[in-house]
């Protein structure tokens, strides 16, 4: 019994004591539940701010993610809306049917040619008043309802016959000799080396002069394409005959260049003819290089008189518009006859001995023309051709040159032409020059 009592009487004193805390009893009962308000509303306002700035945050986010999804969408619309910029396209490009636009090939001194890429690997060179050429890709289809002054040549064009001589060096230049399989020349009469061990080692084959080719082997070998210089047009049944044999001509017309780089740029049409662009890009680069060192050189005034004998005793001087008398120029000399008055088209003009005496007597330097007749191997043979030749001032001051067989065949090289023109009227060493040799 005591002990259940004592257990009754603790439960009730725990219950009293627990009536007095929830009454305020103990003197603090006032303060107490005003801090316990206080707390709660605190805790109360706490909570609420929290509640407030999660739904502030989430509605910023939410904003955001609304901007954000705003403007990407009006990106992605606005990208869907672009409309396709078209390349344009030259006035001069042919219209193929089936084949888009894609560009025309950048020339920075050649103007006798053209070259537009068409998208799928397809070229068109166009040469004025020679024709449009287009460069089928080798397993590509031939455009369909081709106009008729369009001349179709499907690559690879490796059985070409090249009667263009002074073209050989541009091919040989970019690593083409291979698609050179027919030879307007005999070995003894190339002086590109690469031609010449082609033609020993049989991988090139002698078919005829470009007035006398040999068509029997142009048929025999395939030939693809004839490359003739402007010497064809004066044997034009021979120009028909090989067209006749459904064999194409492209007639290279490099010689109407003004500037002399534009003769070497030629090398990009014959890039494109065998599919070498880039080397071709590259060796130009490399010849232009050679002529940018020279620009800002101021000309020299020294007059340089470029020149050769013909059988019948004429003097045969280049056209003031013919790419020699510009390299002189570029190289800081003068040509003797940059005046000269002449409606003639071609690249060379006869003129008497007489009016050529009087003209260039006075000239610093002869640098004779020995790339088609003979070259001077002394000044004896100058006097030879005429004894006139005693009284000019460049040959009683020890100023006679001659430039080489080599000359003429060198097209990939003009650079360093024009080099040694500067080399010469700025009285640099004799053997620093390739191309123009000294005569005593």
Excluded at 86 to 92: F, L, Y
Excluded at 169 to 190: T, Y
Excluded at 393 to 422: C, H, L, P
């Amino acid at each position: 019994m005591k002990h259940r009592f004592r257990k009754v009487t603790i439960v009730l004193a725990l219950l009293l004591a627990a009536i007095l805390l929830m009454s305020g009893c103990g003197g603090s009962g006032n303060s107490g539940s005003s801090d316990s308000s206080t707390k709660a509303e605190s805790v109360s306002e706490s909570k609420s701010e929290a509640v407030s700035e999660s739904k502030s945050e989430a509605a910023e986010a939410s904003s955001v993610s609304a901007a954000e999804t705003s403007a990407q969408t009006a990106q992605s619309s606005d990208e869907e809306s672009e409309p396709h910029i078209e390349v344009e396209i030259p006035e001069d490009a042919p219209e193929i049917n089936g084949l888009v636009f894609q560009e025309q090939t950048p020339l920075q001194y050649a103007e006798c040619f053209a070259i537009y890429r068409y998208e799928g690997g397809y070229s068109c060179i166009v040469i004025p008043t020679v024709g449009n050429f287009l460069v089928v890709p080798e397993g590509a289809q031939v455009p369909d309802g081709l106009s008729d002054d369009i001349i179709v040549l499907q690559q690879p064009l490796d059985t070409i016959y090249m009667a263009a001589t002074s073209s050989m060096a541009l091919v040989a230049a970019i690593d083409g000799i291979d698609n050179i399989r027919l030879s307007s020349l005999q070995a003894s009469g190339w002086y590109v080396r690469e031609a010449i061990d082609a033609m020993n080692e049989g991988r090139m084959l002698f078919s005829g002069k470009y007035s006398e080719p040999d068509y029997e082997t142009m048929i025999d070998e395939n030939c693809c394409l004839a490359v003739e210089s402007r010497m064809i047009y004066h044997t034009p049944k021979v120009m028909e005959m090989i067209q006749d044999l459904g064999i194409p001509v492209l007639v290279d017309i490099s010689s109407n260049e003004d500037h002399p780089l534009g003769r070497t740029e030629w090398v990009k049409m014959y890039a494109a003819l065998i599919g070498k662009e880039a080397e071709a890009e590259a060796f130009f680069d490399s010849q232009a290089a050679i002529v940018e060192e020279l620009k800002d050189f101021e000309n020299t005034g020294k007059t340089i008189a470029f020149f050769n004998v013909n059988a019948d005793g004429s003097a045969v001087i280049r056209t003031p518009t013919d790419y020699v008398p510009k390299m002189i120029d570029i190289a800081g000399g003068k040509y003797m006859f940059a005046d000269y008055q002449t409606d003639v088209t071609s690249s060379t003009i006869h003129i008497s001995m007489e009016e050529f005496y009087a003209k260039a007597i006075d000239a610093d330097y002869i640098v004779y023309n020995g790339s088609i007749v003979q070259p001077l191997t002394s000044v004896q043979d100058l006097l030879a051709l005429d004894p006139l030749f005693a009284d000019f001032k460049a040959v009683k001051e020890g100023n006679v040159y001659t430039v080489g067989r080599d000359f003429y065949q060198a097209t990939d090289d003009s650079g360093t032409m024009i080099r040694d023109f500067y080399l010469l009227v700025t009285g640099a060493e004799d053997s620093q020059m390739k191309y123009v040799t000294h005569v005593e």
